[in-house]
T-cell receptor
């Protein structure tokens, strides 16, 4: 059964700092990996999707990398802003016994202090 | 594009009543929709996969008679929580996947907060 772990569970940084969020998964037979943002009481906003054949994706100040063989992904946020405060979720699609399901980690709650 | 809506955004009901939540894909047709639930400070757990014109596929441990799913059209799936109890209080989120070649992404609705008194 695919399991996704995110570290740290919570992170508080001053504005302007660069930061890295970590995601690991147990079954490397994935189709893709996706990073989402969730604001309190809201749905999910897709940030980046990395296909299993790719190593990274970039969008603005965000860069996500994927090392499928080691079961790891990182989300790099450059020059963090208070508006980046949210919970960041990592989800993988696939795995030997997970089929096409998305399996989510428990998220990293990010607070960027002005 | 790829907008998914949910209605209602929040609902409060009495124990024993049934509640229906709608999930709509606004600008694309979705043969497949997914229903998740999320408890406070926890991640999303897939409840069921909804396929247009056929029965939903439920995840292990999810009671299909309690959580009724109907995917009647290519743009609408509904989740009905029957005989709701306080332990059913949760955040319910749906997602939809466009049936396009090369598009392997799910788009999520804004969620529905259910509180059962």
């Amino acid at each position: 059964k695919q399991e996704v772990t995110q570290i740290p569970a919570a992170l508080s940084v001053p504005e302007g700092e660069n930061l890295v969020l970590n995601c690991s998964f147990t079954d490397s037979a994935i189709y893709n990996l996706q990073w989402f943002r969730q604001d309190p009481g809201k749905g999910l906003t897709s940030l980046l999707l990395i296909q299993s054949s790719q190593r990274e994706q970039t969008s603005g100040r965000l860069n996500a990398s994927l090392d499928k063989s080691s079961g790891r992904s990182t989300l790099y946020i450059a020059a963090s802003q208070p508006g980046d405060s949210a919970t960041y979720l990592c989800a993988v699609k696939g795995g030997e016994t997970s089929g096409s399901r998305l399996t989510f980690g428990e998220g990293t709650q990010l607070t960027v202090n002005p | 594009g790829a907008v998914v809506s949910q209605h209602p955004s929040w609902v409060i009901c009495k124990s024993g009543t049934s509640v229906k939540i709608e999930c709509r894909s606004l600008d694309f047709q979705a043969t497949t929709m997914f229903w998740y639930r999320q408890f406070p400070k926890q991640s999303l757990m897939l409840m069921a996969t909804s396929n247009e014109g056929s029965k939903a596929t439920y995840e292990q441990g999810v009671e299909k008679d309690k959580f009724l799913i109907n995917h009647a059209s290519l743009t609408l799936s509904t989740l009905t929580v029957t005989s709701a109890h306080p332990e059913d209080s949760s955040f319910y989120i749906c997602s939809a996947r466009p049936p396009l070649a090369g598009v392997d992404e799910q788009f999520f609705g804004p969620g529905t907060r259910l509180t059962v008194l």
